[in-house]
């Protein structure tokens, strides 16, 4: 099993890059147990999103 430490890492590698099957099983079974390492997840993913929207220019609902 993964530590968070490693699951932190894998989050902000899947950023960039596909993970292996290996990866992907192994991040998946960790965040199945661990809230802390899936609200990470999911703040990575809203982060860049952001980011995303912000570099091309979009306004969000706190915009209006």
Known sequence: MLSCKE???LCSE???RKLSLSERI????HLAICKACTNFRDQ????RS???RYREGQRGPADD
């Open 7 to 9: 699951v932190n890492r």
């Open 50 to 52: 952001a980011t995303r």
């Open 26 to 29: 192994n991040l998946r079974m």
């Open 14 to 16: 899947e950023q960039d």
């Open 44 to 47: 990575m993913r809203f982060l």
